[in-house]
């Protein structure tokens, strides 16, 4: 890639997991009953059609990874377990009298924290009692993420007999210098011991997450990573950039100096010949920073035209509406966004009062609603299209005009009602999708509250 490409479009800017992203939601016109009645309307529209989405946070670990910018509740003592369960079943008993008829789960996700931090049991009493509540859709997809360090095969067990099919573990990078750096040793028999549990139960669907521009790390660690993770070939990955954001996560991001953090080009290079790498191995890049086999169901949702992105990430399965459960989780109901308490004493005084626990969120305009679907569509698909009036909007000339330049560099093709991204402007997504956001343009932010896009 072009150096003078990567000076050029190197800048602050949203990951695009929401819009319109989280610094810009319009807190001060936002309400729990707002939250309520769009989420209402959501559901009565979808939960018989695509049924909806839970992302269950579970947010104990026993150690601080320092890469990490997940909210999370560090401690080694198990007992916080069972209050924290308890909680989230009340949170979802809530829920599931406000909703008319009974919720049809398409999609589960337990993210953390680490969600295996919890005992087997643990887990078993929290999804036995999400599902005594909800029918299951077809085509249903439950998912989790394990720490190799501490996912047992009764976990996995467990979980495989729940209806769990799909498991992503934390890899990073198996060089021992750079695991210090980011406590988060876990030596590859670890990982390989995991993986080929999952395999022997059978999980149709394991991810490794891959992180490139970690500090101390190289192109050596990078390929490295990458050939002993192709001996276990998961099926799908996540390869993404390290997020560099210690004037947000304060302690968590100085168990190193700034310096020992590969930039700019060096820190692309680490990208570009891993992507390499991964092509050669069988991967197919899908989405931004995202690689599956032929045979995984990501692969062939990003060819059919219908892969989604939301606050997990991305995801095989559409749903209108996501439901957030736990501590900081985030709801969608398309409508509108909501972020639960993250101070955990007041997210459990709210469910001891019965209050769903949602302190912020956005409703989103009729602008907002637009501008959302043109950078879905760019995230997912490398393209996006005005052709259908309702996708068109005021300022749509002063957007294309920002793009001109970028198709200039070779970037992406602008054409009458469309445009499309180019093999070469793939790695600029987040910079195209940054002409689409409105409010970016029109409120710049007076610090820097965004990771660097390359």
């Not at 191995?281 to 989405?287: D, F, K, L, N, V």
């Not at 995801?315 to 955990?344: C, H, P, R």
Request: hydrophobic share 35%; net charge negative; proline share 4%.
């Amino acid at each position: 890639m072009s150096c003078s490409l990567i000076q050029k479009y190197n800048v602050a800017g949203p990951r695009y997991t929401s819009y319109p992203t989280v610094p810009y939601w319009e807190e001060a016109s936002f309400s729990l009953q707002q939250w309520k009645q769009t989420l209402k309307r959501s559901f009565d529209e979808s939960n018989h059609v695509e049924g909806i989405s839970l992302y269950i946070h579970l947010p104990f670990c026993e150690s601080l990874c320092t890469f990490c910018g997940c909210h999370k509740k560090v401690t080694k003592r198990h007992d916080v377990e069972q209050p924290y369960i308890q909680a989230v079943l009340k949170e979802w008993d809530l829920y599931c009298q406000l909703l008319a008829d009974r919720p049809i789960i398409k999609e589960i996700h337990l993210g953390g924290g680490t969600p295996t931090f919890f005992s087997v049991e643990h887990l078993q009493q929290l999804i036995e009692g999400i599902l005594a509540k909800a029918n299951i859709a077809d085509g249903y997809e439950f998912s989790f993420e394990g720490h190799p360090n501490n996912t047992t095969r009764e976990h996995l067990h467990a979980l495989y007999e729940l209806g769990f099919r799909r498991v992503s573990y934390g890899v990073q990078d198996y060089n021992e210098t750079v695991q210090k750096a980011i406590h988060r040793v876990q030596p590859f028999e670890h990982v390989e011991r995991v993986t080929q549990w999952a395999r022997e139960i059978g999980y149709t669907s394991i991810s490794h997450d891959l992180v490139f521009g970690l500090p101390f790390q190289n192109l050596a660690d990078v390929l490295h990573t990458i050939d002993l993770t192709n001996t276990l070939m998961p099926d799908r990955l996540a390869f993404y950039s390290y997020a560099h954001v210690p004037w947000i996560k304060g302690n968590g991001q100085r168990g190193f100096k700034d310096h020992d953090v590969p930039k700019d080009g060096m820190k692309r290079t680490l990208y570009e010949e891993g992507k390499k790498q991964l092509l050669a191995h069988g991967y197919h890049e899908i989405g931004m920073d995202h690689f599956a086999l032929d045979r995984d169901e990501m692969y062939k949702a990003f060819h059919a035209g219908t892969l989604h992105r939301n606050f997990m990430g991305y995801t095989s399965s559409k749903t209108q509406v996501m439901i957030g459960l736990g501590l900081s989780s985030i709801s969608d109901s398309w409508y509108s966004f909501a972020q639960n308490e993250k101070n955990l004493d007041a997210y459990y005084n709210c469910l001891e009062n019965d209050e769903i626990p949602v302190v912020k969120g956005h409703v989103l305009s009729v602008e907002d609603l637009k501008i959302r679907q043109h950078i879905l569509n760019l995230m997912c698909t490398f393209q996006t299209s005005w052709s259908d009036q309702a996708m068109d909007f005021a300022e749509r000339g002063d957007v294309i005009q920002q793009l001109v330049e970028m198709q200039h560099d070779g970037l992406l093709n602008i054409e009458a009602d469309r445009i499309v991204i180019t093999e070469q402007g793939k790695p600029f997504v987040r910079n195209i999708c940054m002409a689409f956001d409105l409010h970016l343009k029109r409120r710049k932010p007076e610090t820097q509250i965004f990771s660097m896009t390359i």
